[in-house]
């Protein structure tokens, strides 16, 4: 088992030559690191080289438990046992040495979120809820990160839903809105509605200026400014 306390880093190193493994699917190359982990508990896997590397974790059976995560992969088994974390090369050009970063982090399925959380839970089928109370007017940004399914993700409250299941190019998702005062639900589930694996959910906050006095909505009187926030809350007026 991983010797290592919440928060607490441990290394595995080596190096992708002409003498490692070969994926049968697309020649490239690959090596295995045997790991016995907990159920319950969460390792956060990172590549820190700059070599092009596909993360996967097999259970004792051979079967696909997590991945893959280009570089990047949580650790989240449903039960105590056996593993292998196998580093691939993204492609049949892809050698050299590689250097992983594991970190134990807590697991956290539900409760509640504050700015700057970045917490790490398993997905069982249906979705996992969080809370969210907002004290002051903020931009709010909330990121759900997968290797494992494609994640969708959802915020409501104070007459707001906001939700996204693809941001950027990639199957993760981002909702970014200007919340209000009040309490808030937040969703992190899956597009299919029952897959399994592991997930990262971080929200982040930014305060606009004393000086900007917000106005999203109300009545407009002529010669008069107002400042609004663009973002995925509608502006109304």
Known sequence: PLQTATGEQAILSGELSMKSKVNANNGSRYQSFPLRLRGGEAVDVHQSESLGTLLTLLDAQGRLISGPGAGALILAPGGDGAYTLNVSGEDALTYGPFRLSLR?????????????????????????????????????????????????????????????????????????????????????????????????????????????????SGVLEEGKTVTGVASMTPAQY
């Open 104 to 216: 134990r982090q807590e697991l956290r399925n539900n409760g509640s979120l504050v700015a700057g959380d970045k917490v790490v839970g398993r997905l069982d089928g249906a979705g996992n809820q969080y809370q969210l109370e907002v004290k002051e007017p903020a931009i709010y940004t909330l990121t759900m990160d997968s290797a494992d399914f494609d994640t969708s993700t959802s915020l409501e409250g104070e007459g707001v839903f906001l939700e996204n299941d693809d941001f950027g190019e990639g199957t993760n998702s981002q909702i970014h809105g200007f919340l209000q005062p009040g309490q808030y639900l937040i969703r992190a589930a899956s597009v299919e509605g029952t897959a399994r694996g592991t997930f990262s959910l971080g929200l982040t906050r930014r305060v606009l200026p004393v000086s900007k006095q917000v106005r999203n």
